[in-house]
């Protein structure tokens, strides 16, 4: 793989983790949805 594909990978499955996280927000389940969330920052950096 490439640098960028590697980039468009990491991207594309924090974006997929953040929906997931915002499904569990509306859904009253915060403390998943905190654990999701760290999980999209940490494929961000």
Not at 21 to 44: A, C, P, Q
Request: a negative charge; glycine letters at 4%.
């Amino acid at each position: 793989m490439t640098k960028e594909e590697v980039i468009q990978f990491w991207l594309e499955s924090s974006d997929k983790d953040s929906q997931t996280m915002d499904h569990l927000y509306v859904s009253g389940d915060y403390v998943w949805s905190l654990f999701i969330g760290h999980l999209v920052i940490e494929k961000l950096l």
